[in-house]
C-alpha cells in the first residue's frame, strides 16, 4: 500500500476496519513522515473536542432567556411588595391622623380602650370581609394586570377604612351628629 493511502487514513482513524488500523499502525511505526502527521494530527483533534465541549450546550440559550424573564419577575414582585407597604404605611398613618382629629380632647386612658375596642371590632369585621371575599377573588382570573389590582387593593383599603370609621363612628355617637 502506498504511502499516500496511509496519510488520508491518519485523518479518518475512527472509520478505519482494525485490519485497517494495523496496517496504519505498523505503518507509522515505519514511517516518519506518517508518525509525525499522526501525532500532529492526534494533539490537533483533541483540541476540536475539547472545542466542542465549550461550545454552548443544547437549550443553553434557551434557558438563559428564561433565567432573564424569571429575574425581571422576581424585582417586579419586589417592587410590588414595595408600593404595597407604602400603601399600607399611608393608610395607617391617615388611619392614626384621622383618630388623632378625632380624639383631640379625650383623655388618654380613654383613647387606649376605645383603641383595642375598635381593633377587636376591625377584626371581628375584617374577618367577616375576607370570608365573604375569599371565593371572589379565587374566581378572578390571574391575569388581571399588577396595575389593576394595586388600585383595586389600595382603593379597597381606604373604603375599608372609611367604611370602619363611619360605623364606629356612628356606633358611638349615633347617627345624629352633635
Ligand atoms: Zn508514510
Not at 6 to 35: G, M, P, V, Y
Not at 46 to 74: C, I, M, N, Y
Not at 93 to 101: A, G, H, K, N, R
Amino acid at each position: 500500500m502506498n504511502h499516500q493511502q496511509f496519510e488520508s487514513w491518519i485523518f479518518e482513524q475512527n472509520d478505519l476496519s482494525s485490519e485497517e488500523k494495523n496496517a496504519l499502525e505498523n505503518h507509522i511505526r515505519q514511517c516518519s513522515t506518517c508518525n509525525d502527521l499522526n501525532n500532529k494530527w492526534q494533539v490537533i483533534d483533541q483540541h476540536l473536542h475539547s472545542l466542542s465541549d465549550l461550545s454552548p450546550a443544547v437549550g443553553f440559550t434557551q434557558r438563559w432567556k428564561t433565567d432573564l424573564a424569571e429575574r425581571k419577575q422576581q424585582a417586579q414582585r419586589k417592587n410590588t411588595v414595595k408600593i404595597l407597604f407604602i400603601l399600607l404605611m399611608v393608610a395607617i398613618i391617615l388611619f392614626f391622623s384621622l383618630l388623632f382629629i378625632y380624639y383631640k380632647n379625650t383623655s388618654p386612658i380613654e383613647i387606649v380602650s376605645n383603641l383595642i375596642q375598635m381593633f377587636l371590632q376591625i377584626s371581628i369585621r375584617l374577618n367577616i370581609i375576607k370570608q365573604s371575599l375569599i371565593p371572589l377573588f379565587n374566581s378572578l382570573p390571574v391575569f388581571v394586570p399588577l396595575l389593576g389590582w394595586l388600585l383595586l387593593s389600595s382603593g379597597f383599603f381606604l373604603l375599608v377604612i372609611s367604611w370602619l370609621l363611619l360605623i364606629w363612628r356612628v356606633s358611638t355617637q349615633g347617627v345624629f351628629l352633635k
